[in-house]
């Protein structure tokens, strides 16, 4: 099964491209329809197979290691209510025939051979994709009208749903409930998605999708970091710095005129201090990568069960064993003076800019073989050792 999955994403992932029954370009859609407007994609995965049924969704919401929920209800009744996995077969077997939804997140990560389906939106930087929510549903099955502030792809993969947005809507939440429903919801537009179809929604678009049957919608979301999560975390990281991130210094300081002022030039002073100890800081970049590759991730990548030298990773690929991605750990590189920074969940390494585009490429990644330099050896033996690389025997 793993075997077909691979090769049957690999040839979506060669497709035309999503866009293809629109007439657009991706280059097309960033320019007219991101973070600007919605876009209904019609086929954008023709004849599409999923591969997973309900049955699989299901059986990944028993595991332990699963994010999932199951909510009941619908609109406007607003009897909503939410339970959190790990469930169980009896949990399923009591479900009602209508209006319910079962949620997993990270899909991907747990099914690896998804990540062709993902590679599909590659013309978005990594940094910027999330994960794969599986969506499976009875009839009426729906979470309710919201608001997300992130940007969404909505494939529909088995059955029909119906999508209904508005861009000016009332933003009162629904009172005491555990969901992040709107009270009240008018649609300005709406669509019916079968399967292959799939609807863009860019961030601050109100939108409620009905299950017409039973039915399963994969949902591809964008992350977008807030200003509290930058600021938190590059608090936390500036306070483990050797120096805190540096003091505030004042040798003009002018005589105090009134009691208790915070004067303009402290103020000022303040200000180019908080700049300087942050994006002006050199090191911010090493920040912002180490927190962009750990942003969101809801596991830690595991070490393996053997630890990796040099002559032990050439004489493993002279044997055709080749090198993937750990699907729980997030590796993004930037270019700099002396080459490249490499970051993988939340860690740095140093390394030239072509290894950094090969770890980074599964493709390129899965055709390094045993001719590496020593250098490029060690760096990929610590990426195994700390579980951010595995190796695979073909």
């Known amino acids: 099964m793993l075997n077909k999955w691979r090769k049957a994403l690999t040839s979506t992932h060669n497709s035309p491209g999503i866009f293809a029954q629109c007439g657009l370009t991706p280059q097309q859609f960033l320019a ?11 086929q954008a995965f023709p004849a599409f197979n999923p591969l997973l049924d ?17 909510i009941t209800g ?4 607003h009897d909503w209510k939410i339970r959190y996995g790990p469930f169980s077969e009896r949990d399923f077997s009591r479900l009602p025939e209508n209006n319910w939804t079962l949620l997993v997140q990270d899909v991907e990560k747990h099914y690896p051979p998804l990540s062709g389906l993902m590679r599909a939106f590659d013309f978005i930087p990594r940094w910027r994709i999330d994960d794969l929510m599986v969506s499976v549903a009875g009839p009426g099955g729906s979470v309710g009208p919201h608001v997300d502030q992130y940007d969404v792809f909505l494939l529909q993969a088995a059955g029909s749903r119906t999508w209904q947005i508005a861009e000016h809507f009332n933003e009162a939440l629904l009172p005491d409930c555990d969901l ?3 009270q009240s919801f008018e649609s300005e537009q709406e669509w019916a998605l079968n399967a292959g179809d799939m609807l863009y929604l860019p961030p601050g678009i109100a939108h409620h999708g009905t299950a017409v049957g039973p039915g399963m919608t994969w949902s591809i ?12 975390a590059f608090s936390e990281w500036a306070a483990e710095q050797p120096d805190d991130g540096g003091r505030y210094r004042d040798p003009d300081l002018a005589v105090t005129e009134r009691d208790g002022e ?10 180019e201090f908080f700049q300087s100890s942050g994006t002006a800081n050199p090191a911010f970049v090493t920040f912002l990568g180490e927190f962009l590759s750990s942003y969101r991730l809801a596991h830690q990548p595991a070490p393996p069960d053997i630890t990796y030298s040099p002559d032990r990773l050439a004489s493993a690929l ?4 080749v090198l993937r991605q750990n699907p729980w750990s997030r590796l993004l590189w930037l270019q700099d ?4 920074l490499l970051f993988a969940a939340g860690s740095s390494f140093c390394c030239s800019v072509s290894l950094a585009e090969s770890i980074c490429d599964p493709q390129r990644l899965g055709k390094l073989g045993p001719g590496l330099e020593r250098s490029e050896s060690e760096l990929i033996c610590k990426l195994l050792n700390l579980g951010h690389l595995f190796i695979e025997q073909l």
């Open 32 to 42: 007219g329809y991101w973070q600007k407007k919605p876009l209904l994609i019609p």
């Open 54 to 70: 309900a049955d699989d969704i299901a059986g990944l919401a028993c595991e332990e290691l699963a994010e999932s929920r199951l």
């Open 74 to 77: 619908s609109y406007p009744e």
């Open 180 to 182: 992040n429903v709107l």
């Open 221 to 232: 979301g964008m992350r977008a970091p807030s200003a509290a999560d930058l600021y938190q």
């Open 262 to 271: 915070i004067s303009a030039q402290a103020l000022t002073q303040l200000r």
């Open 318 to 321: 002279r044997r055709d064993a």
């Open 337 to 340: 003076i002396d080459g490249a």
